[in-house]
């Protein structure tokens, strides 16, 4: 997470992709790739495990590693996304 402010995609400038190369995320972070690697192994940024040295980040890690706040929310029922929604405007 970088800071303390909420952040959302449209701040960040990089070219939104389903999947990042560990290489590619270390060029938008400004960081090693071994850095990257490193914060996968952490467990502090998610990665999907392709084979035994292969990597790939999804956008939504990569997202949330940034501090930006989840605004998907996947259901089969429609009800349930106005239900959050109706609970966010309320608590928030």
């Known amino acids: ?36 690697l490193d914060r996968i192994h952490d467990d502090r940024l998610g990665a999907v495990q392709l084979g035994p040295r292969l990597y790939r980040i999804p956008l939504g890690a ?7 706040k989840p605004t998907i929310i996947w259901s089969n029922r429609p009800n349930l996304i ?9 608590t928030g």
Do not use: H, N
């Open 62 to 68: 990569l997202m949330q590693y940034l501090g930006v």
């Open 1 to 36: 997470m970088i800071g303390m402010r909420e952040y959302t995609a449209e701040d960040f400038t990089f070219v939104k992709k389903p999947f990042y190369t560990p290489l590619e995320v270390a060029t938008i972070l400004e960081i090693s790739d071994q850095a990257v």
């Open 82 to 90: 106005d239900d959050a929604v109706r609970d966010e405007e309320t």
